[in-house]
């Protein structure tokens, strides 16, 4: 009789489900692909997989505690490959008419030089809306210029908007090496200079704009405008997939408990291994691993309280979305108006970069942006 009652019991036990089953990605398969999620959208999917994304993606070659030269020879590296794919992503679109564009050259605060690209519709009648927009790529690598970045801004401006894009200092790639807070210095300073020129470029007002390190920026700008006395000069921030957290190089467990997106889509699109990376180039000793100013999911209510209408957009299976959704919940503990936005089957910064492949989904964000920028 007693025989019997151990194979049951580990019939029964084998037979039970899994803990992680049913939920969603790599929480409840750690070997889940990007290419085999039902939450992705398919189009996603085909346009990423001729650039070898649709997986899981690899991890690189070193860490966070590599010597510097070599953060810096990687960051560099990954700069170049990711430039390559926002262009292939492009291809094939015509230019938009109707525009201006103009180049502007403003002093920076460390003696350097700050371009910025400016772009409005050639018939606007009279005073429109601003945006100051400031690109992605971690605070670390990518550019303006770059051509995910520029047709962006053409975009938004062929709405009715003026938009200025600002080429800040990065903490590595061509623009750089210029760690924390060298950008951030940069994102103040054309601030400032859009905000003391706004009848020169025909403006009412200004609106703070980003995605992934460009929305840590934005949100940084604001916070130190807050701090330094000038929060007046922004009118709304809309901040698209925020990476401000600096949570990536957390153990698996940490990062389940306090942002679980961190694994349920890590891999997709970009990594933990590889945000972790640059975060170790943005904040090489990391030492401002709680300071809001270089990670805002740090910032307190109090920090928050006061600040101009938000915007804060996630995107479903990005690594990043719960950063984003939990500053969203916190500044409407702090009595921000603020309005959160996810949208849904798209990897990190995919409402950007998906022109040609999602078109729908690309005249979505652009009309959101002009829609939060017109109505301040």
Partial sequence: MTTTSEPATAAAASSAPSPTAGLPGRLGDPTMQLRDDPRCDPRMVAALAPFGLDGAGAPPPLDGSAPREALLEFCGAAEAGFEAVFAGLMAG???????????????????????????????????????????????????????????????????????VGVEYRNGAGVLGPHPFPAGLEDCTAALKWV?????????????????????????????????????????????????????????????????????ENDGYFI??????????????????????????YWASVEDLAGLPPHVISVNEVDPLRDEGLAYYRRLLAAGVDATGRTVLGVCHGGDLMFRVAMPDMYAATVADVSRFATTR
């Fill in 271 to 296: 990594g933990c291994a590889i945000t972790d990376v640059m975060v170790s180039v943005y904040d090489p000793d990391r030492s401002h691993s709680r300071d809001p100013l270089c990670w805002p």
């Fill in 195 to 263: 905000h003391a020129h706004k009848e020169e470029l025909g403006i009412t007002t200004i609106t703070v704009a980003g995605e992934s390190g460009g929305a840590n920026l934005s949100l940084a700008t604001t916070l130190k405008a807050k701090r330094d006395g000038h929060l007046a000069m922004i009118d709304g921030v809309y901040a698209m997939v925020p990476y401000i957290s600096g949570a990536y190089g957390w153990s698996e467990e940490d990062r389940r408990r306090e942002l679980p997106s961190l694994v």
């Fill in 93 to 163: 679109l015509p230019e938009l008419e109707g525009l201006t564009r103009t180049t502007r050259t403003i002093d920076g605060p460390d003696g350097n030089e700050i371009t910025l690209y400016v772009v409005r519709p050639a018939d606007a009648d009279g005073p429109i809306p601003g945006v100051l927009h400031v690109h992605g790529g971690g605070m670390v690598i990518l550019a303006a210029a770059g051509a995910a970045y520029a047709r962006f801004r053409d975009e938004v401006a062929a709405t009715g908007v003026c938009v």
